[in-house]
Structure formats: C-alpha cells, structure tokens
C-alpha cells in the first residue's frame, strides 16, 4: 500500500490527542502520511463542534477539501470527531462530498474506515461515547519536548451553556497504570514537560477509585527521572481539596501555573449556569491559592454576555479582574448552543457580548503587562523549542507559559533546541519576555 493521507486536526488539546492516535493507527497499517491534503489520496479532518467558531471553522474546511475534490486534487473525505458527533444525522446528507464520518467513539477505527472508503463505500462508524476510554499508541505531533497526557475523557458537569457532555459523554478516568506507561514512554522519547489534560483533570479518578486521584497521578509522573515540568490544564474550583494544594505547592516538578476556568464570578449568574459554588467561593479559592503556593500564575477563561449579565453583573467581573490580578485570560462571548438550556435563557445580542469581551481583553491587557514587567531582572527557567530566523533569537516558554496560549520568552543563546535553560530577563515587548540564556 502506498496511499497517502493527510491529517487536519481543529480544536482543543484532547482533540489532538486523538489525531495523534489516528496518525499512529494510519502509519502502521501503511498508509503514507503527507503535510498537505493538495494531491493526497485522501484527507482526514478531526474536527471540533464545541461552540459557533469551531463549527465554521470545521465546516469551512470540510467545503476546502470538497473543492480540491472537485477539482481532482483529492480523492476521499474523512470527517471525524465533535462534528460528525453532534450531528450524526445531518452531516453526510448536508455534506455529500464526506466519504465518512466517524465520531468520538471511533477514532479507533479509522483505518478500517479508509479501507472500505477506497474499496468504493461510504462509512458510517460512531462508537458507545460513554465506554472506557480506548487505549491506544500515538505519534507526538507537539515538541519537541512535551506532549499533552491525556487522563480522562467527557464530563459530568452540565455546566447550562455547554455542549460537551452531550457531545463527548459522561466523565471516564483512565486507568492511573495507563496514564503513568504513557507518561514514562514519552518521557523515554525525550519528553520533558508533560500537560496533563481532560475536561477537568480535577475530577480525575473518582468514578473508578471513589476519590480524587490527581495528586497521586502527580507524585507517581514525578517520578520519572526525565520529566521535567508536569503542567495542569483544566482544574475546575469546586474539585481543589488540601491534598492537591500541598502536592502543587511542594513537588517541584509541578510548574505553578494553574488553568481555572470560572467564566464568571457573578454568584446568580453562576447558579443559572448550573456551576457549582459562588463568587465567594471563587475568590476564596484564589486567595488560598495565591497563599499557599508561591509565585503561582493563574489562568482562567470567562464568558461575557451570559444569561443573567447586566452591566452591573458585568461591572462586578470587571472588579474581579482588577483585584484577583489573574496573569492570563481568554475571554469568550456567550454562544447559545443549540440543545443546550442556556440556549434557551434570555441574554444580550451578541454584538454586547462581544464589546464586553473586548473590554476584559483591554482591561487584562494592562496586568498582563504589569506582570511581563514584573519579571525584569529575574532568572527564569525556559524550555527552549525553537530558533527565530528573522529575529535572530531562540525563543521558548517559562512556567509561565503554555503553549499556544501565552506569550513566549526570546533570548540569545547557543542552541539548546529541547532543553530547559536559565534566562536573564532584560526586557518585555508585547506580552513577550526577552533575555539572554547563561
């Protein structure tokens, strides 16, 4: 066999997980993988459905490859992931020129799917979205020294404005033996930072070991002598106890950078949006955070124009911002999902929604900038991975930083391309951080 294929993965982190696994799947049944689906035999696009923007992205793309189709630059269509999930029924009716879809149950069976789209049949595959979650190798498309550890899949939440549960299923741990031969084989492959990752990795293990395993995930991955940085992405407020404060606090292998997504801090728009705990409890958990580990960089997402935000809800988050001083925010306008119940709730037009965010991106602006210039004169650890030709510089990331969302830090060195290196920071420029490595 000498078909080629190309992969095009959208969306989140987990999402590329599952590309990772497929481009495995595809690699070892022979299949030749190409960078661009221009002239392949056939194209795969894991794509997301999450909110409004990921649908059209996804969408967009899928008519892209349906023109090169059209045009005899492409033979087949695969179509995988949160798309195909969300609208199993409509999709291959809407789209005809998909050759097959499979969903989130199925990535496993994608070469079987490519199999039968070259013998001239269409494919249909969606597997039971609540089973365990499939064991399966993969090909590391990040680096070049960390990857992503995948360590639960779905969510049990039901957050109102959210379509995740319905999409991707109820909350499934990995066995913590998997997580740990994962991490220690990646670790292997020089693997230096690992970012343990899922829906909320917080909840990790209580529907298989009845309790919150994830500072014993931690202690176990710690242990591997190669691993560097363990980051946590994903830690939802309600789910902190003091056992997982201490381990992040004193293991310090654990980065002290925290993901938190609270969306709001308004107490009613956070019971309306069926989010567990108020305000209080959020500013609460900040500050026991900020006390009990040192030089901690917080990180959330918010939403504005939920249902329920007036302005004086929405002066209330402002006020947040300014006293919590979080380092880094992505901020999103409200979008109704479809199926969803806040869909259903009466909220502002999005034209608000969006002016509002783009108040909180300038509102954050300045902390952010207040904390690049805070880290003049210091001495950070950065993972280096990469060299910028233009600017002459080799740039990485500080515990500060997670890929693809935060800034970077540029500095003049040799070259430690996938090392962690110490950096004299000397000066800031647009949310990035300049040095010079010792």
Not at 26 to 44: F, H, I, K, N, Q
Not at 163 to 186: F, K, Q, T, W
Not at 395 to 405: H, L, N, Q, T, V
């Amino acid at each position: 066999m000498n078909r080629t294929v190309a992969l095009i993965s959208l969306g989140c982190a987990k999402n590329l997980v599952n590309s990772e696994q497929m481009l495995y799947l595809l690699t070892e049944a022979g299949y030749r993988l190409v960078p661009s689906p221009d002239g392949a035999d056939a194209v795969v696009i894991n794509t997301c459905g999450f909110i409004d923007a990921a649908k059209s992205e996804a969408i967009d793309t899928i008519l892209e490859m349906a023109q090169l189709k059209k045009d005899g630059s492409l033979s087949k269509i695969i179509v995988t992931g949160c798309l195909p999930q969300r609208y199993r029924d409509e999709i291959m009716s809407e789209l005809p020129e998909i050759d097959a879809v499979l969903g989130v149950g199925s990535f496993g069976r994608i070469v079987e799917a490519l199999d039968e789209v070259f013998r001239g049949g269409t494919v249909s595959f969606f597997g039971d979205q609540n089973a365990p979650v499939e064991e399966l190798p993969r090909v590391v498309s990040t680096g070049p020294s960390w990857a992503y550890l995948r360590i639960a899949e779905g969510c049990n939440n039901f957050c109102a404005f959210c379509a995740i549960p319905y999409i991707r299923g109820r909350y499934r741990s990995r066995d913590i033996d998997s997580v740990v031969d994962e991490a220690r084989e990646l670790a292997e492959h020089g693997v230096k930072e690992l970012i343990v990752i899922a829906q909320d990795i917080t909840k990790y293990g209580t529907d298989l070991y009845g309790r919150r395993m994830l500072a014993e995930l931690c202690r176990r991955i710690s242990k591997i002598p190669s691993v560097q940085w363990i980051r946590l992405h994903y830690t939802y407020p309600d789910q902190f106890d003091d056992e997982l404060i201490d381990e992040i606090a004193r293991n310090p292998k654990i980065v002290k950078y925290l993901d938190i997504p609270i969306q709001h801090i308004n107490s009613g728009i956070l019971k309306t949006m069926n989010r567990h705990g108020t305000g209080d409890d959020i500013r609460r958990l900040f500050g026991t955070l900020r006390d009990r580990i040192p030089g901690l960089v917080l990180r959330t997402s918010l939403i504005t124009g939920l249902p329920g935000e007036g302005e004086s809800e929405f002066e209330e988050l402002c006020e947040f911002l300014r006293e919590a001083r979080i380092e880094r925010v992505g901020v999103f306008p409200f979008s109704p999902e479809e199926g969803t119940p806040a869909a259903r709730m009466e909220h502002v037009d999005y034209e608000t929604a969006q002016r509002r965010a783009e108040l909180i991106l300038d509102l954050q602006a300045q902390i952010m900038d207040e904390f690049c210039d805070a880290q003049i004169g210091k001495v950070l650890d950065v993972l280096c991975e990469g060299f910028d030709e233009e600017q002459g510089l080799y740039f990485g990331r500080s515990y500060a930083d997670s890929p693809d969302i935060d800034g970077q830090v540029f500095f003049e060195g040799s070259n430690h391309i996938g090392d962690i290196v110490s950096v004299d920071i000397t000066d800031t420029i647009d949310g990035n951080l300049f040095g010079i490595c010792r």
